[in-house]
């Protein structure tokens, strides 16, 4: 399946951003984002009907003005990221717009089973997330022979986190869908809140680049699988502290820490640390300025720590961990009375991650979840998607998002080719 770039050009806002938000200051918790893209994949099929080529043209056209009119309200992704000064130049310049034909049918993909992860890089702008350049937004519109289209988006992560790139499709997809009335605005007042200060600069945890080591693949839980795994773990209760029902995301991510741990022990030859790390969203968690339209990187790093001399490897115990782990940093939020307690918070977490991740003992894990973001429901007017993904990477990580239904999770898992097999192994074993 070949994938040919047609046209490449920047999409600018369709009004100008105002000489006084030009220069956009971006927060301390931005600042500690990781400097790569977060790429991600929306596939729609066919618009019943629509057979001939100007109608198709007629949509790919709704696409690019709409996210014209888009960016004049999130105008950041519009910029050019400037790294020694922290702070986002809103010149304008406009979001890298690809437009690409791929010569076959979109069911080749075999979207729903042994899809070639890999090969779904060709359909994001930026293939290699790694390869960090000023642009904020890049977009890639992939047509199909069939009329199907799928559309890759990269964001710079250190502008916009998960949830950001979420509320910016939704906004892209409705002004599309229904014009720009509709669309509900973003708030910019984090770097205000949160602004530069004089602390320790570790940063998001990112895994190692292996490059060309590394495979992805998909896991697949359904409905029935993660209701076994719960059951398993409460029929334990009484030789744990498991006190209720764990959730979904709980259940799976132990599972899938549990089988890093063993492929880790398999490496070593005995059982070690092991140090589970994913984000909490801080909107709605503290009680300040922080709304769930609130633009950029708002989120801390939880950290969930395993000793094998104090605890067992057992799927029950892991869920205890991460339970009490995240209840911990969500209390934490709620003391927060102000935006220093806040940076403090953030930086403190980085900081244990950081120490943690110098010792050459202990096994890093991260885990971010995406689960209930709402990738299904981003409707440009022909359609929710049939399917979301995320791509392959050049790094070991784990990333977990909605199955179409909502039901079930995937898990997209990264890992060094020779670790891989054994970690199936492990999961098709429990």
Request: net charge neutral.
């Amino acid at each position: 399946m070949e994938v040919q770039i047609l046209s490449q050009k920047f999409v600018k806002p369709d009004s100008q951003t105002p000489l006084h938000l030009r220069n956009m200051k971006v927060s301390l918790i931005d600042q500690l984002a990781p400097p790569v893209y977060t790429p991600m994949i929306l596939y729609y099929s066919a618009v019943n009907g629509e057979k001939s080529m100007s109608e198709r043209d007629n949509r790919f056209n709704r696409l690019e003005k709409s996210l014209s009119e888009t960016l004049a309200c999130y105008y950041p992704l519009a910029g050019r990221y400037i790294e020694d000064r922290n702070m986002v130049d809103c010149n304008d310049d406009g979001a890298l717009f690809l437009e690409a034909k791929v010569s076959g049918q979109l069911a080749q993909l075999d979207l729903q089973g042994a899809v070639d992860v890999k090969s779904l890089n060709r359909f994001v702008p930026f293939g290699d997330e790694m390869a960090f350049n000023p642009i904020v937004l890049a977009v890639q519109i992939n047509k199909f022979d069939c009329g199907g289209l799928v559309i890759g988006v990269c964001i710079s992560h250190r502008v916009a986190d998960g949830h950001t790139m979420g509320a910016f499709l939704k906004a892209w997809a409705t002004a599309c869908r229904a014009g720009m009335h509709e669309v509900i605005r973003p708030s910019f007042d984090a770097g205000a809140l949160f602004p530069d200060r004089d602390v320790l600069r570790f940063g998001t945890p990112v895994p190692r680049d292996h490059g060309s080591q590394i495979v992805t693949k998909r896991f697949v839980f359904d409905r029935e699988k993660i209701s076994s795994l719960k059951a398993k773990v409460m029929s334990y209760t009484r030789d744990s502290d498991v006190k209720r029902p764990p959730s979904r995301v709980e259940v799976v991510t132990a599972l899938l820490w549990k089988a890093l741990i063993g492929v880790a022990q398999a490496k070593h030859g005995k059982l070690r640390p092991s140090l589970l790390t994913l984000p909490l969203n801080l909107r709605g968690k503290v009680d300040l300025l922080i709304t769930e339209n609130s633009f950029g990187n708002l989120y801390r790093m939880v950290g969930v720590r395993f000793n094998p001399k104090e605890s067992s490897s057992e799927m029950h115990h892991l869920v205890s961990l991460l339970n009490d782990a995240v209840n911990k940093a969500n209390k934490d939020c709620e003391k927060v009375v102000n935006s220093d307690d806040v940076i403090a918070m953030v930086s403190n977490s980085m900081e244990e991650i950081h120490n943690a991740a110098r010792n050459g003992d202990l096994d890093i894990c991260v885990v971010p979840s995406w689960c209930k973001f709402p990738f299904y429901q981003i409707d440009f007017g022909f359609g929710k998607p049939t399917w979301f993904s995320s791509v392959h990477k050049p790094l070991e990580i784990v990333l977990l998002v909605d199955t179409k239904c909502g039901t079930g999770i995937e898990a997209w898992v990264s890992l060094e080719v020779k670790n891989m097999l054994q970690f199936q192994q492990y999961i098709s074993a429990y």
